[in-house]
Nanobody, 123 residues
Framework: QVQLAESGGGLVQAGGSLRLSCATS????????MGWFRQAPGKEREFVTG????????DYADSVKGRFTISRDNGKNTVYLQMNSLKPEDTAAYYC????????????????WGQGTQVTVSS
């Protein structure tokens, strides 16, 4: 019932910025804890950041703290990932994920996934 669609990926120079969007099914976002994940070739998928459904608590992987910001707009049914000071090691396919009523974004059993959007950071 929950459909996710990422957009906003592309090619950017190191040090640049990019904003990803994740559109969710209408009327569902307020009860969804959302997460952003990424996967680079040859690497396992890793948690990047998440936002809790109840109070908007955010969590970040150490590798992106201070550079990335997750936010949501319930009215637009959209979650965003603002990425600043991008590094070549940020290059990956980025996925958004959702889990109903999950209390901790880092520990959710995410049931819904988008198809991903590619982010490539050139040096």
């Amino acid at each position: 019932q929950v459909q996710l669609a990422e957009s906003g990926g592309g090619l950017v120079q190191a040090g640049g910025s990019l904003r990803l969007s994740c559109a969710t099914s209408r009327g569902t976002l307020r009860r969804l804890t959302m997460g952003w994940f990424r996967q680079a070739p040859g690497k396992e998928r890793e948690f990047v950041t998440g936002i809790r459904w109840t109070d908007g608590r955010t969590d970040y992987a150490d590798s992106v703290k201070g550079r990335f910001t997750i936010s949501r707009d319930n009215g637009k049914n959209t979650v965003y990932l603002q990425m600043n000071s991008l590094k070549p090691e940020d290059t990956a396919a980025y996925y958004c994920a959702a889990d109903y009523l999950c209390p901790m974004s880092t520990q959710c059993e995410y049931s819904y996934w988008g198809q991903g959007t590619q982010v490539t950071v050139s040096s």
